[in-house]
């Protein structure tokens, strides 16, 4: 069973079903999906149901783990953290992660990925955490930063972006381990 995890302000917690209205409406908001790679805008009606009831399944197998970024105080859903790409025999994992607008610059998202990353490290037995980011996102390199990964790479041209190709930046930390 997936595991709760808090911090100072937040809950991370597996997503509900109740969630997927406001998945719509915080990952459809164009100034969200516009800094990512993957969140379609517009946001089709029903895609975050489908993504919701896959999250089950990708724990149970150890392919990833998905948390909901809640207000501790509120209950409020304020975005989505993950760890991808797992692999157990590698000890290494893929961090991704989006915030609703109205909480940008509120150390939300950097909270959160402590968190993830402690979880990550102490619970899951990851050694090594990996992130990207379109290189104009500038807020999302800056949260992969204050929390500690560092700057590996710059890949040119490497997503596809609504039609057109951007460049990437890779960050990632090593955890002590095996």
Known sequence: MQPILHTSRLTLRP??????????????????????????????????????????????SRKGVIYAITDTATGKLLGAISLLSMSVNHARCQMGYWVGYDHWKKGICSEAARALIEYAHQVLGMTRVVAHCLTRNIGSARVMEKVGLSREGHLIKHANHKGVFEDVYVYGIVLPGR
């Open 15 to 60: 997503f509900e079903s109740s969630d997927s209205d406001d998945v719509e409406r915080l990952a459809g908001d164009v100034r969200v999906a516009e800094t990512t790679a993957a969140i379609p805008h517009p946001y089709p009606k029903g895609a975050a149901a489908d993504w919701i009831a896959t999250h089950t399944a990708t724990f149970e």
